[in-house]
């Protein structure tokens, strides 16, 4: 039972993001939309049938002030904060580790990591005063394994670091009423992936290294999400949830 809470889900105007901020408003969250980009912002909570409970809130997750702004915004617009789900992310084309440059890295562990930190460490002292809140963070499969042939060393590093600091939270504010988990996708179909899949054949060859045959949909991590912020997981916190059409089971 999710209704009445108040969610902040950070990388709301992506794929991902919007398919969250859509379940858990369906659910009867009032639920605050952050990220960079305005126009996809607004265009997520345009599908978001409830709009007196949905705020949208541009934020650059990298940088404390503006976090701390979108938390006030929220507090202003809801009086509380319950949830917060740190789906904001970023990846970079596979490249050889020593090809990379410092700003590539930078990049990733500004966003995948410091971001994440920002917002959580923002949102904690919230919760506390509250009597507690939940915290859903979005890793990957590949903060698990690496894939051969797949050159994501440093995203695999960010993500596995989304997946300790998870643990690591739960941990440490378990005893103030605070759940922290994690959901690690495999192929999520999306704008980045779809290209690939308008030829039938590559579409097969990539649905055929899942034991489910199907590539997962944005709305399959909204699931888990919603089910993490949910009575329903009660007893549940510092766990990784793979939602990833079985692959990680193979291998």
């Given amino acids: 039972m999710i209704k009445g809470k108040v969610a902040i889900v950070t ?10 901020s859509k379940r858990l408003a369906s659910e009867g969250c009032r639920v605050a939309l952050l990220g960079r980009d305005r126009s996809r912002l607004q265009k ?6 409830d709009k007196k409970n949905t705020v949208t809130i541009t934020t650059d997750i990298t940088k404390e002030t503006e976090v701390l702004s979108a938390i006030d915004q929220t507090i202003k617009a809801f009086d509380r904060v319950d949830i917060l789900v740190n789906n904001a992310g970023t990846i970079n084309d596979p490249v050889p580790f020593h090809e990379m440059t410092e700003d590539q890295w930078d990049d990733l562990m500004q966003t995948n990591l410091a971001g994440t930190f920002q ?6 002292p ?6 507690g809140g939940n915290i ?8 698990v394994r690496a894939i051969p042939k797949v050159p994501l060393s440093v995203y695999g590093a960010t993500k596995a670091g989304v997946i300790m600091f998870t643990r690591s939270i739960a941990v440490e504010y378990g005893q103030h009423n605070i759940r922290c988990n994690c959901v690690a996708p495999s192929t999520i179909r999306s704008s980045i992936i779809e290209p690939y899949l308008q030829d039938e054949e590559a579409k097969k060859v990539l ?3 899942f034991p489910l045959r199907m590539l997962g949909e944005p709305e399959d991590i909204a699931g888990a999400v919603a089910y993490l912020c949910s009575d329903d997981s009660k007893w549940v916190t510092g766990t990784v949830l793979m939602v990833d059409g079985g692959v990680s089971a193979k291998q």
Wanted: net charge neutral; aromatic share 0%.
């Fill in 11 to 20: 990388g709301a105007g992506g794929g991902v993001g919007k398919a969250i």
């Fill in 44 to 49: 997520a909570a345009a599908e978001i049938e």
């Fill in 119 to 124: 917002m959580t460490k923002a949102v904690i």
């Fill in 126 to 131: 919230v919760m506390m005063k509250n009597g």
């Fill in 136 to 143: 859903v963070n979005i890793s990957s499969v590949l903060g």
């Fill in 207 to 209: 649905e055929s290294t």
